[in-house]
């Protein structure tokens, strides 16, 4: 389609499809206006694997809107049947679909995705990339990146076992999970691991499920919830046989973004890595061991004894989805995007009940590629545990922030603990698993007996070859935590001669008992800091021994959040959701992994929120199998609602929902919660919708969410919430509000009738005495025939403001209405106002005009994009390009858009990059005046100085807490016939109001 160029700018080859959608998560209007403001930037693309996802809904959301297709979508306490007649031809009309977008952009499908997300997989072009981005039919546009993957006898620790533990109670231990599948998508699995032993398939039928597998490998296991499972055991590099049993159903690999990297690239495929589903790191095999490994007796590692072994669901069956990769450089290889959404299509067409992904996300927003599949798998009924990350303890590193699945913290659950005793009597405790005492032994900080030549900082770390043997021979090496694996550092004490190491923490994280190869005593940062002030004073003279057990004075207490373990509050969604979601252990966990990789060993000791999420997995596969009628969201309610609150490092219940969550997973409580929180498929979609991701329901702020956690991440003065509960059980239950620092309504009490009853609980919280700026923490307590414990995280702001205001005239004034959390004075800063610069020009049905150049310059607070068509019942579209120059063709990034089924689109970006822009308004659809649609297009750049004299009375604002207080803002000497605008700002509020002045009329 030909486009036309306002003020004769020569035309630049974009080759736009014309038909935009949604704002690309940096554009859209603040949702709140309380919302943190961040600078934006424009969203760039270069030539590259991209992951195209459309808006057109995949099968396992697809309701039946076309005349042309049945709903496919499962029905209320339906399964999702991939299989059926309805799904096939519906899947079929999406692949067509993406072959036709593709074609017209002039690239090919690579891969396609139909079920949980739909979308495909191209090699794009920068301006490809663009193109789609601005295409009405597509949801979003991503590089195909490459993601990081983020038992002894945890269940012991979390009550599953003994004769009133909640395997005995519910059956036994060999049958937990029985009847259900947990899908693994990670690194493959090593399927000679006792932990996946099982009867080889056949195409006669095994176990009261009925397993079979043919003679292409597929196989087919019937399921508790009534289902079928129907997978694959696909053969490859060290399979040359399919090899599935009766643990392990099913086996994919998904190998294609790699093999493409390592022809591309100068890496190579790792020597003990396979192309096929067989494990080259032992990071799946670990996650899916601890998920639902089976029942392994006298489990021995390195000459000690751990005895009986076992995953969360040893009864459930087992579907490996390999999409993560090694190769010979350690910053690349990983976990491509592409591989995790071709194996979240397969795993919810396949039938799995319960997915464990234990791989890093991102931080910063939930507008994902993999974040939206899983949001389909989901609504197909499938319960999704994800790991929180491991950049802890430092805030707002959380990744997996999307509210139909469920991120998991990682926890302590054992001390595998020996004591360093300094030659001055200081005794330390710290994480060691080594059974062999050291004598008193000279002690040595490692950067004392470095190599000649070699750097001091890489010596004190304990780098590879940065020791010298005739200094370290027959010492104690005090090694400091970073950068290198902390079984390198004690192997390079021993190459050098060092008969043991001591690894400091240099700063607050995790103590990891690791199998050493040296006796090794792993200590925290307090500890740390007296070992090296013994060293400095004791100098020639220092020592130490190595003492077995806890032999200081101080018990370390059970369980504690990992020092690693990814923190709240959530950035994606202003903090207005708790997340992480729940907590189970991660540090020290010991379960089955690949030998080639871990020193020969079939178990190993492996610490990370990777190994608490498929604890998470393992035990919904557990409760499914029992309860196969409960939702994912009744899972994670039941889970959440019953979760035992972990411990601080002085033994005290710990209150920090950020790290916790709700707090530690308690599967003797979950079974029986007596009531269920659950948010919906549709809360999902508007949730999406306001996060700038269009699914055509209405937007829904993230604190409406129906979920069985309450998080405000600003909260002027008070905040109310509407939790709806469904009953398992009759009863009445108390209610009872503990949220210091703020007063609370609730009823009194709730009361289930019957089983299925559906009651409100309204909760008003209005700040007393909560610090400003800091999140405070509680919970809402139901005591009765069972007790469920709701988690709330509040911060307490300094106002609440209108997001916008509005005045007309050339002078005049309005009135602003704000509520102060605290009692004194406010100062309000206005700045602008900026006058519009407006155009009024038409554009044709179907084609689109490009605007002159628009320089932005250095210090512009806010940049508004506004277009109003002159008829309402057309429809059109805006984008806004950054540019290298003011030259079109120079165009390089997508800065926001806006799409909607409106006449009217606005794009506000806050604190833009100064430089060059350009829009483009799509005349998408011609409404009742036919062609062309005429319109009006004003552009506003806000800066502190403007016109009209901008002023604030009184200035401060006098305020009192919690009680409405107005201020005027007033103008003088505007211009006649246009508009200006403004920003209003608030010391100590995140967000400010934009003041709309009209004088037009």
Aim: charged fraction near 20%; include cysteine.
């Amino acid at each position: 389609m030909s486009k036309k160029f306002f003020g004769g700018a020569r035309a630049r080859a974009l080759g736009l499809a014309s038909t935009g959608l949604l704002v690309t998560g940096l554009a859209a209007a603040m949702p709140t206006a309380q919302a943190a403001e961040e600078p934006t930037g424009p969203t760039t693309y270069d030539s590259g694997r991209y992951v195209v996802l459309l808006r057109e809904a995949p099968a396992a959301s697809y309701a039946g809107d076309d005349s042309r297709y049945p709903a496919t979508r499962p029905t209320e306490g339906g399964a999702f049947r991939a299989d059926s007649r309805a799904s096939t031809q519906y899947r079929r009309h999406l692949e067509r679909e993406q072959d036709r977008l593709a074609r017209e952009v002039g690239t090919e499908v690579l891969s396609s995705f139909t079920v949980a997300s739909n979308g495909f997989v191209a090699e794009l072009s920068a301006d490809e990339a663009l193109d789609l981005a601005t295409d009405r039919r597509v949801l979003l546009v991503a590089k195909d990146v490459k993601r990081e993957m983020d038992t002894w006898e945890t269940p012991d620790s979390l009550g599953l076992t003994g004769r009133r533990g909640a395997w005995k109670e519910s059956g036994n231990r060999k049958k937990a999970g029985a009847g259900t599948v947990v899908g693994i998508l990670d690194s493959g699995y090593w399927p000679e691991s006792p932990s996946f032993a099982g009867k080889q398939l056949t195409s006669a039928p095994q176990t009261k499920w009925d397993i079979t597998m043919s003679g292409d490998g597929s196989t087919r296991m019937e399921k508790a919830d009534g289902g079928v499972f129907n997978g694959a055991c696909e053969t490859g590099e060290g399979m040359p046989d399919p090899i599935c049993n009766t643990k392990v159903v099913g086996a994919r690999y998904y190998s294609e973004a790699f093999e493409e990297d390592i022809a591309t690239t100068d890496t190579e495929k790792a020597e003990t890595e396979f192309l096929s589903a067989r494990d080259g790191d032992g990071h799946g095999t670990h996650t899916a061991s601890t998920a639902a490994g089976a029942l392994v007796r006298d489990v021995s590692v390195e000459g000690r004894d751990f005895g009986k072994l076992s995953g969360m669901a040893p009864g459930a069956a087992l579907a490996i989805y390999k999409v993560c990769w090694e190769d010979t450089d350690p910053n690349s290889g990983g976990c491509y995007t592409s591989a995790s959404l071709d194996a979240i299509d397969d795993a919810v067409a396949d039938g799995v009940d319960s997915i464990n992904y234990s791989i890093s996300g991102a931080t910063d927003t939930v507008v994902d590629a993999v974040e939206v599949a899983f949001e389909g798998a989901a609504e197909a009924g499938v319960f999704i545990a994800a790991s929180a990350g491991n950049s802890g303890p430092d805030a707002s590193t959380v990744a997996h922030n999307s509210p139909w699945l469920t991120t998991v913290a990682s926890t302590t659950h054992v001390n595998f603990e020996n004591t360093l005793v300094l030659g001055d009597g200081q005794k330390f405790a710290g994480a060691s698993i080594s059974g062999t005492k050291i004598p008193r032994t000279p002690l040595v900080d490692a950067k004392d007996v470095a190599l000649e030549g070699a750097d001091p900082a890489e010596a004190e770390l304990c780098a590879a070859d940065t020791l010298d043997p005739a200094l370290a021979e027959g010492l104690i090496v005090v090694c400091k935590r970073g950068v290198y694996a902390r079984v390198d550092k004690s192997a390079e004490v021993a190459r050098a001669g060092g008969v043991a190491s001591v690894l400091v923490n240099p700063s607050e994280n995790s103590l990891d008992a690791d199998f050493h190869v040296i006796p090794t005593i792993h200590v925290d940062e307090v500890s740390g800091e007296a070992v090296y002030a013994y060293l400095e004073s004791a100098g020639d003279d220092a020592a130490a021994r190595f003492a077995l057990g806890n032999r200081t004075d101080k018990t370390t207490p059970l369980p504690q959040v990992s020092g690693f373990s990814s923190r709240g509050p959530a950035v994606a969604n202003e903090s207005d959701i708790l997340k992480p979601d729940i907590a189970a252990p991660g540090s020290s966990v010991l379960a089955a992994v690949a030998p080639p990789t871990n020193s020969d060993r079939d178990y190993d000791l492996y610490s990370g929120t990777s190994m608490a999420a498929p604890h998470i997995a393992g035990l919904a596969a557990f409760m499914q199998g029992l309860h196969p009628d409960w939702t994912p969201q009744e899972i994670q309610s039941a889970m959440m609602t019953t979760a035992k609150p972990t411990r601080d490092s002085e033994g005290a219940k710990s209150t920090d929902a950020l790290a916790q969550g709700a707090g530690i997973v308690n599967p003797k409580k979950f079974l029986d919660p007596g009531w269920f929180i659950s948010s919906s498929a549709r809360e999902w979609r508007g949730f999406l919708t306001g996060q700038g991701l269009d699914t055509g329901v209405p937007a829904l702020a993230p604190t409406e969410l129906n979920l069985p956690s309450i998080a405000q991440g600003q909260v002027a003065g008070s905040a109310s919430f509407t939790r709806t509960l469904q009953s398992s059980m009759k009863g009445t239950w108390n209610v009872r509000v503990d949220m210091p620092g703020f007063t609370a309504e609730a009823p009194a009490t709730l009361v289930a009738g019957r089983v299925g009853d559906i009651e409100e609980l309204p909760v008003t919280f209005t700040r007393t005495d909560a610090p400003l700026g800091e999140f405070a923490f509680g919970k809402i307590v139901l005591s009765g025939p069972t007790k469920l414990r709701i988690p709330v995280a509040l911060r307490p702001v300094s106002v609440k403001a209108p997001l916008s205001a509005e005045g007309t005239g050339t002078e005049g004034s309005t009135d602003v209405t704000i509520t102060p959390a605290q009692d004194g004075e406010l100062e309000v800063v206005a700045k602008g106002l900026a006058k519009a610069m407006t155009l009024d020009s038409a554009v044709e049905g179907g084609q689109q005009v490009l605007s002159d150049c628009i320089e932005v310059p250095e210090g512009v607070d806010h940049a508004r994009f506004d277009l109003d068509a002159i008829d309402d019942t057309a429809d059109l579209d805006l984008f806004v390009y950054a540019a290298e120059s003011c030259d079109p063709s120079t165009i390089y990034a997508l800065a926001g858009q806006s799409a909607t089924g409106s006449a009217d689109e606005r794009v506000d970006l806050t604190a833009p990059a100064p430089g060059a822009y350009y829009y483009e308004i799509d005349g998408y659809a011609a409404g009742e005046a036919g062609s062309p649609i005429e319109f009006v297009m004003d552009t506003f750049l806000v800066t502190p100085e403007g016109e009209g004299d901008l002023s604030v009375s009184p200035n401060p604002v006098l305020t009192t807490a919690n009680e409405e207080t107005t201020f005027e803002v007033s103008w003088t000497g505007l211009e006649t016939g246009t508009r200006y605008l403004g920003l209003l700002e608030y010391a100590g509020a995140l967000a400010p109001t934009v003041l709309e002045v009209d004088t037009t009329e």
